[in-house]
């Protein structure tokens, strides 16, 4: 783990069950954070809707700043396949790193880093890229310990709580039974 001079922190958002625990556990150990929404990924736009929505509320009732992008690139998205996971990160990442550095903070992190399905590895090395590139800090973390309770979290708050990772590849590859039927999406892929 990456040591901080100070306790200013730019943490990226991907949803708010993956955030909330994060944000709250950090606050107690002293952090002041902001968070950032950079998700071109999520499809389709009612899906992305949803979820800004969800962390725009989680960011106000935790009184943290949030930072908000307005990019949905799905178009994009429809023409990645093998690669998708990494430029997904990548992307990301540098967003995040060049945002921390035009706004001072000295260190950066993700919400990415909670979820057990996510490649840890994958998501380090884009980040730790990033930080390079832009001259702050990736300041890792493990915290999948915190994935139940962010998910109890969310649950408790009536947080939207998605069923597919976010792209709309991811959409088609999940299986969950209860993931929205999105009419927007019959005409794609």
């Known amino acids: 783990m990456i040591d901080i001079n100070d306790k200013h922190l730019l943490m990226h ?3 708010a069950p993956c955030s909330g625990a994060i944000l709250t556990n950090l606050q107690k150990e002293g952090f002041d954070v902001s968070a950032t929404w950079f998700n071109p990924n999520i499809h389709p736009i009612e899906e992305w809707q949803n979820r800004l929505a969800s962390v725009v509320t989680m960011t106000q009732e935790l009184n943290i700043p949030l930072y908000q992008s307005a990019e ?20 990301r990442m540098e967003a995040t790193a060049a945002l ?4 001072g903070f000295q260190a950066f992190t993700t919400s990415l880093l909670i979820s057990p399905y996510q490649n840890h590895e994958a998501i380090c090395n884009a980040a730790e890229a990033a930080a390079e590139k832009y001259g702050v800090l990736f300041f890792y973390r493990d915290f999948r310990p915190f994935y139940r309770e962010g998910r109890n979290l969310a649950r408790a708050k009536g947080w939207y709580m998605q069923k597919y990772c976010g792209c709309i590849h991811s959409y088609y590859e999940s299986d969950h039974p209860k993931k929205p039927k999105w009419e927007s999406l019959q005409a794609t892929l």
């Open 72 to 91: 949905f690139q799905q178009e994009l998205w429809l023409k990645m396949e093998k690669e998708r996971c990494n430029y997904c990160y990548i992307t």
């Open 100 to 103: 921390a550095a035009r706004e």
């Open 13 to 15: 958002v991907c949803c």
